[in-house]
């Protein structure tokens, strides 16, 4: 069973930063992160393969940062000067291979996510 589990979440106002997290038991191909917010479908934000290639969303270039901890076995996501509209659940997925993107229907493991709210 891969258990993946999120921390870090918080509230920030608009133009701060913050920085979530997810611990993972060991290192899979694709890793990545998506986010929900209330009456909007899950949307993904930025992923990182094995060998270190990020893609990110149109919404957060330039803003967000996508990286791993290897030796914590910790993914990351460092988030700044952020929006209101960036408030959502933030959750980590991860997959063993194939081809990495940022549909969610890509992925089988997922953690229970973290909240992330932004304040005008």
């Known amino acids: 069973q891969v258990q993946l589990v999120e921390s870090g979440g918080g509230s920030v106002q608009a133009g701060g930063s913050l920085n979530v997290s997810c611990r993972y038991p060991y290192n899979m191909y694709c890793m990545t992160w998506f986010r929900q917010a209330p009456g909007k479908e899950r949307e993904g934000v930025a992923f990182?393969?094995?060998?270190?290639?990020?893609v990110y969303s149109d919404s957060v270039k330039g803003r967000f940062t996508i990286s791993k901890d290897v030796p914590k076995n910790t993914l990351h996501l460092q988030m700044n000067s952020l929006k209101p509209e960036d408030t959502a659940m933030y959750y980590c997925?991860?997959?063993?291979?194939?081809?990495?993107?940022?549909?969610?229907?890509?992925?089988?493991?997922w953690g229970q996510g973290t909240q992330v709210t932004v304040s005008s």
């Open positions: 990182i393969t094995n060998n270190g290639r990020t």
């Open positions: 997925a991860a997959d063993y291979g194939g081809v990495c993107t940022l549909r969610e229907d890509s992925y089988r493991y």
